[in-house]
Nanobody, 119 residues
């Protein structure tokens, strides 16, 4: 069984910073992709940042402000969020595409962590 757990959300004033952490654990053969998504009230879930095969992608809306990185332990990923604005308020989800054996892969999601930016 695989678990994905996020931490680090909270309430911050506009212009402030937060760092989110995500750890994947369990019966993992390989981790193919790890990334962050967010969903604001009344909106669809959207990609924020992605680590895939050594390639890093950031959404245009967060470029220059947010940075995704992987920990020394390859099962951890972080999202450093700077210069936060009220438009960044959302539930942030960690996603991992994981293989539990040599064949196939599945999507795993964390439970989400709330980020609220006050003006």
């Amino acid at each position: 069984q695989v678990q994905v757990v996020e931490s680090g959300g909270g309430l911050v004033q506009a212009g402030g910073s937060l760092r989110l952490s995500c750890e994947a654990s369990g019966s993992i053969f390989s981790i193919n992709t790890m990334g962050w998504y967010r969903q604001a009230p009344g909106k669809q879930r959207e990609l924020v940042a992605l680590l895939s095969g050594g390639r890093i992608t950031h959404a245009d809306s967060v470029k220059g402000r947010f940075t995704i990185s992987r920990g020394n332990a390859k099962n951890m990923v972080f999202l450093q969020m700077n210069s936060l604005t009220p438009e960044d308020t959302a539930v942030y989800y960690c996603n991992a595409v994981i293989s539990v054996s040599i064949r196939g892969q599945n999507d795993y999601w964390g439970q989400g962590t709330q980020v609220t930016v006050s003006s």
